[in-house]
Nanobody, 119 residues
Framework: QVLLVESGGGLVSTGGSLRLSCAAS????????MGWFRQAPGKGRDFLAS????????RYTGSMRGQLTISRENTKNTVYLQMDNLTTEDTATYYC????????????WGQGTQVTVSS
């Protein structure tokens, strides 16, 4: 069982930046890949970025490459998503997720944190 708690969302102006945090708890986190997703109103949930807890290897969606940086801090069991140059189209609920390295399905999800970008 992995518990995930997101924080760091809020209201930001166009062109601004935010850093989201995901605090994880559970045994053997090094067996997991951590991911960030987002869901805008009326749309599906989209993958943004992921990081392997053990190696730090990262993957990003092509549509936001250059705007996003995912990182982890092992001593705090926390994963971060740095988002830069935000636009109103980035307004969404952002979710942290976890899956075992050998699995394809994201098994654990946080409750989400709202990001609103104003024009």
């Amino acid at each position: 069982q992995v518990l995930l708690v997101e924080s760091g969302g809020g209201l930001v102006s166009t062109g601004g930046s935010l850093r989201l945090s995901c605090a994880a708890s559970g045994p053997t986190l090094e067996r997991y890949r951590m991911g960030w997703f987002r869901q805008a109103p009326g749309k599906g949930r989209d993958f943004l970025a992921s990081i392997a807890w053990n190696t730090g290897g990262t993957r990003y969606t092509g549509s936001m490459r250059g705007q996003l940086t995912i990182s982890r801090e092992n001593t705090k069991n926390t994963v971060y998503l740095q988002m830069d140059n935000l636009t109103t189209e980035d307004t969404a609920t952002y979710y942290c997720a976890a899956r075992l390295l050998e699995h394809m399905n994201w098994s654990y999800w946080g409750q989400g944190t709202q990001v609103t970008v104003s024009s």
